[in-house]
C-alpha cells in the first residue's frame, strides 16, 4: 500500500539538542498528524495539522503543513530523554473515508 | 479525544487457535480501525470496522483470518483465526473523531 516517505530513518542526538524530521508524499493530502510511540504503548497524537501552510506548536514540539500539501515536517526543541521513542507521519483525505496513510517512523535516541 | 481500551494487552497462543481482541471507546466514534504493527515498523491496515455492516478489509487481509465486529459505535473486537507464527505480532485498535486519531494501548500476540 502507499507509504509516506519519512526521514531520517533514525536519529542519536545530545540532550539539549534540537531535532527535525519530515514527511514528503506522492500525493496530497487535507491534514497531516504527528505521532509518537513508546515502547508497548499504541502511537499518541502530537500534533494535528488541517490547513496548508499552517504551522502549530504544542510545548517544545512545532510542525508545520506543507504549502503544497505534500509534505510536513516535526521540530523538537531542546530534546530531553522522555523524548526518545518513535515518531510516525501520517495523512488522510476526507474523500479516502479517512484512511491514514503513515510513513516508516523515526526512531529517537537521547543521550544524557 | 476518545481514549480507548483494548484488551488482552498480550497473549501467547497455540497455532490453530483463535484470539478475540476487544476494542472499548469512552464515547462515540464515526470511524475504528484495526492495525497490525511489527515491533520497531509502521502500521499496517487491517480494516475499517463499520457499523452495523460488514467491514472493509485493505489487500492482503481477508475477513474469514479477520472477522470483525462493530455492533455499536463504541464497541469493536477483532478476531484473529486460525492462528500460526506468522501472525505474531502487535493489533492496534483506532477510532477517529473530530480531532483525529486515538489508538489503543495494543495487543502483543505471541503465537507458537
Known amino acids: 500500500g502507499q507509504q509516506l516517505n519519512q526521514s531520517p530513518q533514525s536519529m542519536f542526538i545530545q540532550e539539549g539538542e534540537d531535532v527535525s524530521m519530515n514527511c514528503t508524499s506522492s500525493s496530497i493530502f487535507n491534514t497531516w498528524l504527528w505521532y509518537k510511540q513508546d515502547p508497548g504503548e499504541g502511537p499518541v497524537l502530537l500534533i494535528a495539522l488541517y490547513k496548508a501552510g499552517e504551522l502549530t506548536s504544542n510545548g517544545r514540539l512545532t510542525a508545520q503543513f506543507g504549502t503544497t500539501r505534500k509534505d510536513s515536517f516535526l521540530n523538537i526543541s531542546a530534546s530531553i530523554p522522555s523524548d526518545v521513542g518513535i515518531y510516525f507521519c501520517a495523512g488522510y483525505n476526507a474523500g479516502n473515508n479517512r484512511k491514514l496513510i503513515w510513513g516508516l517512523g523515526t526512531s529517537l535516541a537521547v543521550n544524557p | 479525544s476518545a481514549v480507548i481500551s483494548q484488551k488482552p494487552s498480550r497473549d501467547i497462543c497455540q497455532r490453530g487457535t483463535s484470539l478475540t481482541i476487544q476494542c472499548q471507546v469512552d464515547?462515540?466514534?464515526?470511524?475504528m480501525f484495526w492495525y497490525r504493527q511489527q515491533p520497531g515498523q509502521s502500521l499496517t491496515l487491517i480494516a475499517t470496522?463499520?457499523?452495523?455492516?460488514?467491514?472493509?478489509?485493505e489487500s492482503g487481509f481477508v475477513i474469514d483470518k479477520f472477522p470483525i465486529s462493530r455492533p455499536n459505535l463504541t464497541f469493536s473486537t477483532l478476531t484473529v483465526s486460525n492462528m500460526s507464527p506468522e501472525d505474531s505480532s502487535i493489533y492496534l485498535c483506532?477510532?477517529?473523531?473530530?480531532?483525529?486519531?486515538?489508538f489503543g494501548s495494543g495487543t502483543r500476540l505471541t503465537v507458537v
Open positions: 470496522a463499520n457499523q452495523g455492516s460488514e467491514a472493509t478489509y
Open positions: 483506532s477510532a477517529g473523531d473530530n480531532y483525529g486519531y486515538t
Open positions: 464515547s462515540q466514534v464515526t470511524m
